[in-house]
């Protein structure tokens, strides 16, 4: 079955760096894009970023964008987020998610268990 | 970029019972790109509801979802313990850009 493991976070100073990994199984990964979202302590949830199936196309939200990039390498069924200049805003868990049937206009269908970034000095 | 509001912000009631929480858009969501997620303390969102009103794999039939355009509805018709938890609401339809409503808690009464 689907398996999204996230690993990475850890507490981090405010503009330091931090990269996010996420190892899938259970799918044909290369074949799906693949989402970020994040939820800040007991708040909602956040959309951050999508990855095309190919890792051509990216596209961030507006909190995020200049500062994060999202990248994937299909030979080893990994998915990144690299967040740069990290403000205390950006304290979560983040979850890499699956797109339904693999395109845009999909619900996320399958969700890892959460890595917890804090950004605190 | 689609705003959505969800209410009640808190529902409370027993089990047996049926809830009906709301999701309001401030535009209209295409083609009906609308999911609702269930999440429990402690665990990653699961996903109930696509396309405004299709259960997603394994998901019972007490829950069901409906609207468009900017109205949207899940109703459980009978409520069970393990219902009771966060639920969110999703659009997809503005891609590549996703929004999620803040939220309605479900308690028990």
């Known amino acids: 079955q689907v398996h999204l493991v996230e690993s990475g976070g850890g507490v981090v100073q405010p503009g330091r760096s931090l990269r996010l990994s996420c190892v899938a199984s259970?799918?044909?990964?290369?074949?799906?894009?693949m989402h970020w979202v994040r939820q800040a302590p007991g708040k909602g949830l956040e959309w951050v970023a999508v990855i095309s199936y190919d890792g051509l196309n990216k596209y961030y939200a507006d909190s995020v964008k200049g500062r994060f990039t999202m990248s994937r390498d299909n030979s080893k069924n990994t998915l990144y987020l690299q967040m740069n200049s990290l403000r205390g805003e950006d304290t979560a868990v983040y979850y890499c998610a699956k797109a339904f049937r693999g395109g845009y206009n999909d619900p996320f269908d399958y969700w890892g268990q959460g890595t917890l970034v804090t950004v605190s000095s | 970029e689609i705003v959505l509001t969800q209410s009640p912000g808190t529902l409370s009631l027993s089990p047996g019972e049926r809830a009906t929480l709301s999701c309001r858009a401030s535009q209209s969501v295409s083609s009906s790109y609308l999911a609702w997620y269930q999440q429990k303390p402690g665990q990653a969102p699961r996903l109930l509801i696509y396309g405004a009103s299709s259960r997603a794999t394994g998901i019972p039939d007490r829950f069901s979802g409906s609207g468009s355009g900017t109205d949207f509805t899940l109703s459980i018709s009978r409520l069970e313990p393990e219902d009771f938890a966060v639920y969110y609401c999703q659009q997809y339809g503005s891609s590549p850009m996703y929004s999620f409503g803040q939220g309605t808690k479900l308690e028990i009464k």
């Open positions: 259970g799918f044909t990964f290369n074949t799906y894009g």
